[in-house]
């Protein structure tokens, strides 16, 4: 017999093994990353490479432009450090909760799948008191990503208009900080609360950031 294109007894012994082992999830960012992404993660290195972005310049590394295409090996490796981001300003008022929204400005997908990822049972940010909500009413945090496209500024101020006070800006990923190789960034670097550097961030990043931003320490 087949449901849905697999066996019968496959999807009955998938089923029994969930029910058995549980849903294992992560106790990051509490404890150390389990099998933590080379790339993105901190490079560390000497020397002067072609980097599309300026990344990399007079040998030092800029975590924000950085779109992790690679070029700039040997010279610069990757450490699996997933601590990629800069908390500029965070608030006591987030530290029970943290409602987040999030808008594209116009980018290629990743970083909008690594976000939802962190919602996942491997994560679960939810256990970290950060929420998904679909209405900027409700949001606490605005994450935007990607370039700004001449057609999302409109809805990217009535979002930010419609949030209730007070409130944090999030750039998530190279294209809404820096423009990586697209455009330009949605906002100034100063003017956002967190900075989540990547192309796209790990969920490691995205949400230690997050949780740094709540107010919480590892």
């Known amino acids: 017999m087949v449901v849905g294109g697999c066996s019968y007894k496959m999807t009955k012994n998938w089923f029994l093994r969930g029910t058995l082992k549980g849903i294992k999830t992560e106790k990051f960012p509490a404890a150390d990353p389990l099998n933590p992404p080379l790339w993105p993660s901190r490079l560390n290195g000497s020397g002067d490479v072609q980097c599309p972005t300026d990344a990399i310049k007079d040998g030092i590394w800029d975590e924000q432009r950085c779109i992790f295409c690679r070029r700039c090996l040997p010279n610069y490796k990757p450490t699996e450090e997933q601590d990629i981001f800069t908390v500029r300003e965070n608030t006591n008022e987030f530290r029970k909760s943290l409602n987040i929204y999030f808008v594209d400005t116009g980018s290629c997908g990743s970083c909008n799948t690594e976000l939802s990822t962190i919602f996942s049972p491997r994560y679960d940010a939810n256990r970290l008191s950060i929420f998904a909500v679909n209405t900027p009413r409700h949001a606490d945090v605005l994450v935007l990503m990607g370039v700004l496209t001449e057609m999302m500024k409109e809805p990217l101020y009535k ?26 960034g949605v906002l100034l670097p100063e003017d956002a609360n967190l900075i989540l550097a990547g192309c796209p961030p790990s969920p490691y990043t995205i949400l230690e950031g997050l949780e740094r931003l709540k107010g919480g320490k590892k």
Not at 161 to 182: D, F, R
């Open 159 to 184: 979002a930010l208009e419609a949030m209730p006070e007070p409130k944090a800006i999030v750039l998530l990923g190279t294209c809404s900080i820096t423009g990586g190789i697209m455009g330009k």
